[in-house]
């Protein structure tokens, strides 16, 4: 608004003929947008983040591995799950037998050696990728589901609902979640891994509740969330369309940080004998297993104990990373 | 309760739906903030409320546009937000084309929101930074189930983006690629997609460039002229006013003060807080330039508004009471002095560091001095004897850490009818509302003070 307008005062928008209008529309119509190639270059600077950082090329590739391992795992296996050898044998050594049945002695490698019931390890460990990923998933997935339900609810409507709900979450989070697991087992009834997932998940939920809560209390709160109120948007749509696509990012990190923790919770549960059926090749299970054998035979226990340690490092620095390169977008966004 | 029901309800006795009726009307509205944070506020005692919005009245006629000014935090935008319902009214009434709309639930609200919409301040905020410039403008359409399909709907964007000035091939552009005018373009095209009879702009323009807003401006002239919009344009520049309104209102601590045609208001402006907000826009011609009145002291928190006339803390023309002995000058000097001491902006620990860095010998007498010098303007020589000693008594109490006794004195002291009663609104014409005890024949004080002391 320059001042001679505001001497002019209003003549001076009759004063502009239907021609002059159009020349101006025009102008301002050609003005292309400020070029930015911003919207495509979230996702690359989210790949140079994790390029430039070690531990999160070491993160995702291991992450990779695992998922590939999982995917892949009767092509990987040397020998079929069950397939039993000798004995407690050493890392690298041979069982001698009649295995295939053709009634010659045939000489079989164990790489990481074979358990107490002559399981070669190797396999147990890279079938047991299998139940650790699809456990690890599908907990996230449940847990997500649930608790980003309750937080937007909670965080969006606030007052009563918000109380109620805050205070579950409250209780469950006080509550180790290890034991809740348990308890939810034991109430659930018999081993599997169905019950298993609902028992992780749940004892899950409150960590995505929080984080979606928080969020959702600072995004309810932008000016685009009022101006879909003043449109007439129903509260269901705006949560979902406005609020939710806008938590997107930390709910990303949360859920790699938590993939860890639900492998770590199912090899718990394992260990414990609330997991899974006995026969099925779980980590948890086998370092179960190789407990009783530890002064005769350590590679039991210790090479599934290494591969979930290697795991859950990876997720974490792979979460990490993802995070800072989140976080980085979001202050360049709000700069503008 | 159907939409006729509630015309009826809403009638007391005349026929609302006549064409002379406003589009838009609020009576008495009012909108309050909680303070209280939770359950245990709300035990310990009454919640203090924030009086954002405090009895306003306007309307707003077809193809009319009022502008609403006043200061940051005078409660203009809640004003906007509440006759959207955005915020529920705490009470009054809101009235669109005749029909009752203040505090309906959201669902009730749906259909009278394709007659009512927003523009806001904050292009870039107002526009979700993950949706596309097609998603956004699309969203009222899909909201109010208009347009047969998709493509329908596509379509009917492609045509709003081309009527704001836009390319229509921006739909899948994100909002952050855009520049402010052009974000405040989509903001526009997105409150006019629902052809809306009424438009809230709060502060549309002010985010923007000067250039800019000029071509905001015209394209909102432009609209209003297509599509017969009433426009409620909520500002606090006054320059912008002049260039697009019609009528303004002049809003002070959430209640109308002055109520005037743009032109009238500009050549005569009756309320002292409107004269000095016309006082303060710049103006090219040194002719057309008048003394700056700079408003003293701090705005008042709207929690607590001041008694009487809510200005009477800040005015420059503030009324002595009959028994005043000195001049009308002497006493706005001592009235000025009362309210920073009643404010709190007098302060005596700053004073005392500042005479032992300067003096290094620091006693009750001196630190007096020193509250006078600093919060009475000029000396209170010329001060009736009676009323000067008030004003050392006050300083001396202030010195020695007497807060509630230093405020009783210059209550007592220095009294103004502005403080005592309510000015009630006055009409200079027709047209023309004011709410000021200087201008109310009916008001304490004599009615010749009218117009005595009007720049």
Sequence with gaps: ?336 | MSETDMTDVGVEGTDRNSNEDPLLQADGLKKYFDQSDGMLDRLLGPASKVKAVDGVDFELGRQETVAVVGESGCGKSTLGKTLLNLHDPTGGEVRLDGTEIGGLSDKEMLPYRKEIQMIFQDPLASLNPRQTVGDIIKAPLEVHGIGEDDAERTERVRSLLDRVGLSPDYLERYPHQFSGGQQQRIGIARALALEPRVLIADEPVSALDVSVQAQILNLLNTFQEEFGLSILFITHDLSVVRYIADRVLVMYLGEIVEAAPVDELFENPKHPYTQSLLSSVPRIDPKERSDRITLRGVVPSPMDPPSGCRFHTRCPVVIPPDEWPGTEEAFRFAFRFRNQLLSGEIDVENIETHLEATTGRVTTESVADEVIADAYPGSPENLPGEKRDAIESAALALAKGNDEEAASIVTEAFPSPCERRMPTEHRHASDHAVRCHRLDPSAPGEPRRIGADDA
């Design chain 1, 1 to 336: 608004m320059s001042n001679d307008h505001t001497t002019a005062g209003r003549s001076d928008s009759d004063a502009l003929d239907p021609d002059e209008r159009e020349r101006i529309a025009r102008r301002y119509r050609d003005e292309s947008p400020v070029e930015s190639t911003e919207n495509r270059g979230v996702y690359r600077r989210i790949r140079d983040q994790i390029l430039s950082d070690k531990k999160a090329i070491f993160g995702a590739t291991m992450v990779l591995l695992f998922v590939f391992t999982a995917m892949f795992a009767p092509m990987i296996a040397p020998y079929e799950q069950d397939e039993t050898f000798g004995i407690n044998q050493e890392p690298n050594s041979y069982s001698e037998g009649d295995y295939t049945g053709n009634g010659e002695i045939d000489r079989v490698w164990h790489v990481l050696g074979t358990d107490s019931f002559g399981h070669d390890l190797f396999t147990r460990i890279v079938f047991g990728a299998r139940i650790s990923l699809l456990v690890a998933l599908t907990t996230v997935a449940f847990a997500f589901t649930v608790g980003t339900a309750i937080g937007l609810i909670a965080g969006y409507y606030g007052g009563l609902i918000d109380e109620l709900l805050m205070r579950y979450v409250d209780f469950q989070w006080a509550f180790p979640s290890i034991i809740l697991a348990a308890g939810l087992i034991a109430f659930l009834g018999g081993l599997g891994v169905t019950n298993v997932v609902i028992a992780i998940g749940v004892a899950f939920i409150d960590d995505f509740a929080r984080l979606v809560r928080g969020e959702v209390l600072s995004i309810r709160e932008e000016e685009y969330v009022l101006a879909a109120r003043a449109i007439g948007t129903s509260d269901r749509r705006i949560m979902t369309k406005e609020i939710l696509p806008n938590a997107v990012a930390p709910i990303i990190v949360q859920m790699t940080l938590m993939i860890p923790l639900a492998i770590i919770a199912e090899a718990a549960l394992s260990f414990l004998g609330l997991g899974v059926k006995p026969t099925t090749p779980t980590w948890g299970l086998l370092l179960a297993e190789g407990r009783q054998y530890i002064n005769q035979a350590w590679w039991i226990s210790v090479f599934p104990g290494l591969a979930i340690m290697v795991v859950v490092l990876a997720f974490n620095m792979f979460g990490d990373s993802l995070r800072d390169a989140f976080d980085v977008k979001q202050s360049e966004v709000s700069e503008k």
